[in-house]
């Protein structure tokens, strides 16, 4: 099975344009906002012709909607103790929910969020309540709601395998298989899990989470590390230029759990600002995906 490079490209000019960048670099999977991340957007939906102009810039880039990945606004906060907060949190991740399946999409990722009362199991709970409110408010969706691990900065829920298998084992079972994971790599590394180390220890760290919840990873995010091993810094690097190391991404292209899933960049852009109508790829994602494909044909490093 086929590696599904991709990433998550400026969408500037609407999510057509990620898409038309994604296909002039050659991807095969992308990951998009379905609005503005930095608001709850819990009233915000798709219109027909946004939908329209998406799905035909899609199809132009030959990539498949099953292999896009949404991801949820980073405000929201389904694990917080704060009732109205949390209400605010859980009504957005269904309205994403939604906007996300209206786009045929894969799955919409999610960073889980904090605990800031310290109780971390009860944060858990919440984060579950969340996620079966947003499947009861979507029963038809054939798209995936997906946790995110964290990089465990404070009191941040979804670091260790437990606690992600936890989150999903509580959605009843009837609803189990519209749900699942992913795993970021600057996340794993920088909460202390040493998948730089060895071919051996990234494997292992693979294994827990699958243990954990009784599935491989949905989707991986690419993303090499500023940040130190355990330091929980969420600094993306470009791959090879991180303290991560190309290395670790040639072990990971060579796992049976990177096969068929999307593999999303979400690393740092040479150009931040482009116009609306240009849909010219960014050339550090241009590189580093021809970087990936040839990890991906030698034989393992290390």
Not at 61 to 68: D, K, L, N, T, Y
Not at 88 to 102: D, G, M
Not at 163 to 188: K, N, S
Not at 256 to 264: E, F, M, S
Request: hydrophobic share 40%.
């Amino acid at each position: 099975m086929s590696l599904l490079l991709g990433a998550h490209c400026i969408d500037t000019g609407g999510i057509p344009m990620a898409a038309r960048r994604a296909g002039k670099a050659g991807m095969q999977s992308l990951q998009i906002f379905s609005a503005i991340p930095k608001f709850y957007n819990d009233k915000v939906g798709v219109k027909p012709d946004r939908l329209a102009r998406y799905q035909e810039a899609l199809a132009e880039a030959g990539i498949r909607p099953e292999h896009v990945i949404v991801h949820a606004a980073y405000v929201i906060n389904c694990a917080t103790p704060d009732e109205e907060k949390w209400n605010r949190a859980a009504a957005a991740l269904a309205k994403e929910f939604e906007r996300s399946t209206a786009l045929g999409v894969a799955g919409v990722c999610f960073h889980p969020g904090a605990a800031t009362d310290g109780d971390r199991e009860a944060a858990i709970a919440r984060v579950s309540e969340a996620m079966r409110r947003a499947l009861k408010a979507v029963p038809a969706s054939h798209t995936r709601l997906l946790i995110e691990n964290t990089a465990g900065a404070g009191t941040t829920v979804g670091r260790t395998p437990e606690e992600v298998g936890a989150m999903l084992a509580g959605i009843p079972a009837a609803d189990r298989a519209r749900t699942g994971y992913g795993l970021d790599t600057c996340h794993l590394f920088a909460s202390g899990y040493p998948i730089a180390t060895s071919r051996a220890d990234l494997t292992r760290v693979l294994d827990e989470f699958e243990a954990a919840t009784g599935e491989p990873p949905a989707f991986f995010h690419l993303n090499d590390s500023e940040g130190a091993l355990g330091s929980n810094r969420d600094r993306h690097a470009l791959i090879g230029e991180g303290l991560i190391g190309a290395d670790a991404f040639s072990w990971l292209l060579h796992d049976r759990r990177a096969k068929g899933v999307p593999l999303i960049l979400e690393t740092p852009q040479e150009h931040a600002d482009i116009a609306e109508d240009d849909d010219t790829p960014d050339p550090w994602d241009v590189r580093s995906v021809a970087l990936l494909r040839a990890l991906a044909k030698e034989p393992p490093r290390g």
